[in-house]
T-cell receptor, first 109, second 114 residues
Framework: QKEVEQNSGPLSVPEGAIASLNCTYSDRGSQSFFWYRQYSGKSPELIMSIYSNGDKEDGRFTAQLNKASQYVSLLIRDSQPSDSATYLCAGGGSYIPTFGRGTSLIVHP | EAQVTQNPRYLITVTGKKLTVTCSQNMNHEYMSWYRQDPGLGLRQIYYSMNVEVTDKGDVPEGYKVSRKEKRNFPLILESPSPNQTSLYFC?????????????FGEGSRLTVL
């Protein structure tokens, strides 16, 4: 059974801080990983994809992948209240991407 | 505007009454998929389709059917809905067959089965 594990949270950070969201996966064959943001009552929206070990930066977001440790993370710098949402980690490599259950992030002013 | 459109967005029905949730995408994507999302269980894939007339089961296919007669459409059919199918349903599509984690989601269909 392929699994992607996330702490459900909530993770609460003050505005302007760095939010760190983590994810582990069980399938060593997974080649690609994704972070989705889902606001309450809305559909998931892709915010980051990462395919190789190391860091990938896009604006305030940095995704980190460590295949040896089977670990994926998402850093959000200068967190804003508008970043408050549930963040879903997903692992791919087949035609059935596996989603984690999501981490709820709350950014308080 | 590139989008995935689902209908209906909200539906309350009764046990055993057949229903269809439609999904249409205007991005010429080959890959389409249906998910259900339940509290504490996350997103679970029901069925997916690689192309016209090519469909396969996901993790939770029981009680559902799909068809892919046209590239843009991928309806989800509940032949005899039951209360345990009360859920939030998402249709999603992807351009790349080999990298189907980059998904575009529809707005969701909230289904209640009484």
């Amino acid at each position: 059974q392929k699994e992607v594990e996330q702490n459900s949270g909530p993770l609460s950070v003050p505005e302007g801080a760095i939010a760190s969201l983590n994810c582990t996966y069980s399938d060593r064959g997974s080649q690609s990983f994704f972070w989705y943001r889902q606001y309450s009552g809305k559909s998931p929206e892709l915010i980051m994809s990462i395919y190789s070990n190391g860091d990938k930066e896009d604006g305030r977001f940095t995704a980190q992948l460590n295949k040896a440790s089977q670990y994926v993370s998402l850093l959000i710098r200068d967190s804003q209240p508008s970043d408050s949402a549930t963040y879903l980690c997903a692992g791919g490599g087949s035609y059935i991407p596996t989603f984690g259950r999501g981490t709820s992030l709350i950014v308080h002013p | 505007e590139a989008q995935v459109t689902q209908n209906p967005r909200y539906l309350i029905t009764v046990t055993g009454k057949k229903l269809t949730v439609t999904c249409s995408q205007n991005m010429n994507h080959e890959y389409m998929s249906w998910y259900r999302q339940d509290p504490g269980l996350g997103l679970r894939q029901i069925y997916y389709s690689m192309n016209v007339e090519v469909t396969d089961k996901g993790d939770v296919p029981e009680g559902y059917k799909v068809s892919r007669k046209e590239k843009r459409n991928f309806p989800l059919i509940l032949e005899s809905p039951s209360p345990n199918q009360t859920s939030l349903y998402f249709c999603a599509s992807s351009l790349q067959l080999h990298n189907t984690g980059e998904l575009f989601f529809g707005e969701g269909s909230r289904l209640t089965v009484l």
